[in-house]
């Protein structure tokens, strides 16, 4: 059992909680992601690694509730256990085995749409701690979506924060702020890192695209066993079938067959969409029989 020692909303939608963890914490690396099941009867989730601290054993998610298991997870609170937490899973962050004396002369933008807050974290972190700074770019729809804005400014070399609707710093996407620092402020960057919705990560690479700027996504949207048994996030990269959990989640954006990876991506609302349902409506709920009033 995983006991709950933290739980914090972070926006309107987002929330973070802090596990005692101590195996998974001593080797999980940014990037990876884990396996989380409120209990034994739980649906598996698998959510991105946010933070961790090896001394303590502590292991920090970070989450939005939209299917049945993360509202679930939300039911519990601060000094609860949770079933399972299986991990470290997934491939670690590249920067990661990289030398840290090459990355410094390097100019690196990270993207953060939405809860790709989360997982891009980690990342700038881990660069800090080596003496790496790095740009970083966190858009939401609006202000009270926004979370980490301090933990990300301690942590980022420039942070540029942008609102959809103007409600915080400035008006307009992410892909926006990328043209502005390129063409207006004379940015060069030598690679791009880029974690949010699927949309968002999806017209990121055509923006970087324009510019040679090469881009790496995180395939953790379309994940759902988190093994490769399931299937459910088989890709076509290049001209090779990789599967997000195991070969990823992180890939070179521009060889990412888009169309068909939202397109798998849709699949599983349907289902998961009737599941939500019959959980909030409880006894109440008939299945969209018609005959209810």
């Known amino acids: 059992m995983y006991k709950i020692t933290k739980k914090e909303q972070l926006s309107a939608v987002v929330w973070l909680m802090e596990l005692d963890a101590p195996q998974v914490a001593a080797h999980c690396e940014p990037g990876q992601f884990v ?45 609860d256990e949770l079933a399972d937490v299986v991990g470290p899973l997934g491939l670690a962050s590249e920067l990661v085995d990289e030398d840290p004396e090459v990355l410094k002369n390097m100019k690196i933008l990270f993207v953060a749409g939405g809860v790709g807050t989360a997982p891009v974290y980690p990342q700038v972190k881990w660069l800090h701690e080596h003496g790496v700074d790095a740009d970083v770019i966190i858009g939401a729809r609006n202000k009270d979506l926004l979370f980490f804005e301090n933990e990300m400014r301690a942590v980022a070399g420039n942070l540029y924060i942008t609102t959809d609707d103007g409600s915080y710093v400035r008006k307009g996407l992410v892909t926006d702020v990328i043209t502005d620092l390129i063409e207006n ?27 040679d700027l090469p881009t790496i996504v995180s395939m953790n949207p379309i994940m759902v066993d988190g093994t490769g048994m399931c299937g459910a996030c ?15 989640p992180e890939f070179d954006g521009h060889k990412i067959n888009w169309a068909e990876a939202m397109k798998r991506m849709q699949m599983y609302k349907t289902e998961e969409g009737r599941a939500k349902l019959a959980y909030e409506e409880g006894k109440t709920h008939h299945g969209g029989c018609g005959h209810c009033h």
């Open 35 to 79: 396996i989380v099941r409120t209990s034994e009867e739980g649906e598996r989730v698998p959510l991105t690694i946010c933070d961790y601290n090896r001394e303590t054993g502590s292991l920090t998610i970070v989450f939005q509730p939209l299917g049945v298991a993360t509202e679930k997870l939300l039911e519990y609170g601060v000094g």
């Open 185 to 211: 402020q004379g940015k060069k960057y030598d690679r791009c890192i880029c974690i949010g919705p699927m949309i968002m990560m999806k017209f990121c690479t055509l923006t970087t695209k324009k510019y």
């Open 234 to 248: 088989r890709l076509t990269v290049g001209d090779e079938i990789k599967f997000a959990c195991v070969d990823g």
